[in-house]
C-alpha cells in the first residue's frame, strides 16, 4: 500500500517570499502520479501541480513548482513571491498509473501567507 | 463548465438517522469517487464509480454505506443508520483521465 507524509502540519511565510512544502512518499509502483491540492478556507480543493513518475523535469506552474527527487521518495512544492491568496490547506497526493484512479493523500500543510 | 457540485453543503444528524449525500460530476466525466476526511485526519478514498459501474469500493468502511450512480451521471451516498463516527467532510471528484476535480465537500455531522 501507498503511503504519504507531509511532515509540517503548519507554515508561515511573509507575502512576497518563497517557502517550501515538504512531502515523502512510499511506493513499490514504477509508474505513478504526485499531485498537490489547495483548499483555501471555506472553498473547495483545486489541483495546484502535478508530475509524472515517469518525467525527470520537474513540474512548474507559474509561480508553484516542484523538485521531485524520485530515489528519495520526495515531492516538494515551492512557492514563490507568496501572495495573500496563497493561504491555504495544502494536499500531496500520490495516484498509481493504472486504470484505477484512486488518490493517497497526505494529512496537509496549512500554509498562512502573512502580509 | 459547471464544476462538480454536492449536495447538502451541511448536513447535522442524530446517531441512528438516515443521510443521503449527492454528488453531480463534471458533465462527460466517466470516473467519479467519493472520499471523506475525518477531522485530523486524511482524506481517504471511499469508492470510485466507471459510469454506473463500481470500479473500487475497498475504502467503504462499513455496509452502513451505499453509493450509488444513477445512469453514469449523478451518484449518492447513503449512510444508514449513522453512527458518530462518520461525522467528517465527504468530498466527490469527477475525471476523465487521471486529473480529479473535486467538488466543496459536504460537512456531515452526527450528534
Known amino acids: 500500500a501507498q503511503t504519504v507524509t507531509q511532515s509540517q502540519p503548519e507554515m508561515s511565510v511573509q507575502e512576497a517570499e518563497t517557502v517550501t512544502l515538504s512531502c515523502t512518499y512510499d511506493?513499490?509502483?514504477?509508474?505513478?502520479?504526485l499531485f498537490w491540492y489547495k483548499q483555501p478556507p471555506s472553498r473547495q480543493m483545486i489541483l495546484v501541480i502535478r508530475?509524472?513518475?515517469?518525467?525527470?523535469q520537474n513540474a512548474t506552474e507559474n509561480r508553484f513548482s516542484v523538485n521531485f527527487q524520485k530515489a528519495a521518495k520526495s515531492f516538494s512544492l515551492k512557492i514563490s513571491d507568496s501572495q495573500l491568496g496563497d493561504t491555504a490547506m495544502y494536499f500531496c497526493?500520490?495516484?498509481?498509473?493504472?486504470?484505477?484512479?484512486?488518490?493517497?493523500f497526505g494529512k496537509g500543510t496549512l500554509l498562512t501567507v502573512n502580509p | 463548465e459547471a464544476g462538480v457540485t454536492q449536495f447538502p453543503s451541511h448536513s447535522v444528524i442524530e446517531k441512528g438517522q438516515t443521510v443521503t449525500l449527492r454528488c453531480d460530476p463534471i458533465s462527460g466525466h466517466d470516473n467519479l469517487y467519493w472520499y471523506r476526511r475525518v477531522m485530523g485526519k486524511e482524506i481517504k478514498f471511499l469508492l470510485h464509480f466507471v459510469k454506473e459501474s463500481k470500479q473500487d469500493e475497498s475504502g467503504m468502511p462499513n455496509n452502513r454505506f451505499l453509493a450509488e450512480r444513477t445512469g453514469g451521471t449523478y451518484s449518492t451516498l447513503k449512510v444508514q443508520p449513522a453512527e458518530l463516527e462518520d461525522s467528517g467532510v465527504y468530498f466527490c471528484?469527477?475525471?476523465?483521465?487521471?486529473?480529479?476535480?473535486f467538488g466543496p465537500g459536504t460537512r456531515l455531522t452526527v450528534t
Open positions: 508530475q509524472e513518475a515517469y518525467k525527470q
Open positions: 497526493a500520490f495516484m498509481r498509473g493504472s486504470s484505477n484512479y484512486k488518490l493517497t
Open positions: 511506493t513499490s509502483e514504477s509508474n505513478y502520479y
Open positions: 471528484a469527477s475525471s476523465h483521465a487521471y486529473e480529479q476535480y
